[in-house]
């Protein structure tokens, strides 16, 4: 594989990888902002419904879906021991925007588990 192919797996792996870690960050967005769960069975189908109708929610269905082509189109390029460990930077991605956009808490244990999530990418990728 040349490094033109190379660049262009890449590119379609962290595509999948930035579609995921949009979908996740908007779903957690608007659900924090539509409330609880509701209580009875009726209130909380509406409640869901009425999320699923939420453009915003919809459009992380579609970078959901964005990130499925951009996989497949990586497949063409990587064997998939390969190019799968990239995924993992998702985990990274969402755990880092957590903690700056809905303040959620960046302990040392989840920073040591990024820091392994990152020695694993690269030493997977040397394999």
């Known amino acids: ?19 995921t870690v949009y979908g996740q960050i908007v779903v957690k967005w608007q659900v924090s902002k539509a409330g609880a769960l509701p209580a009875s069975f009726m209130e909380r ?14 459009s992380g269905v579609f970078a959901g879906f964005l990130a499925l082509i951009c996989w497949l189109a990586a497949m063409t390029k990587f064997e998939l021991s390969y190019a ?14 957590s903690a700056v956009l809905f303040h959620e808490p960046l302990t040392a244990a989840k920073i ?8 694993g990418i690269v030493i997977g990728s040397r394999g």
Request: hydrophobic letters at 65%; a negative charge.
């Open 1 to 19: 594989m040349n490094q033109t192919e190379t660049i262009t797996g890449f590119t379609y792996v962290m595509g999948s990888v930035l579609c």
């Open 45 to 58: 189908m509406a409640f869901l419904f009425n999320l699923i109708l939420n453009p915003w929610i919809m």
């Open 84 to 97: 799968y460990p990239f995924m993992s930077l998702a985990f990274v991605f969402v755990m880092v925007l």
């Open 112 to 119: 040591l588990g990024i820091l392994l999530i990152i020695c």
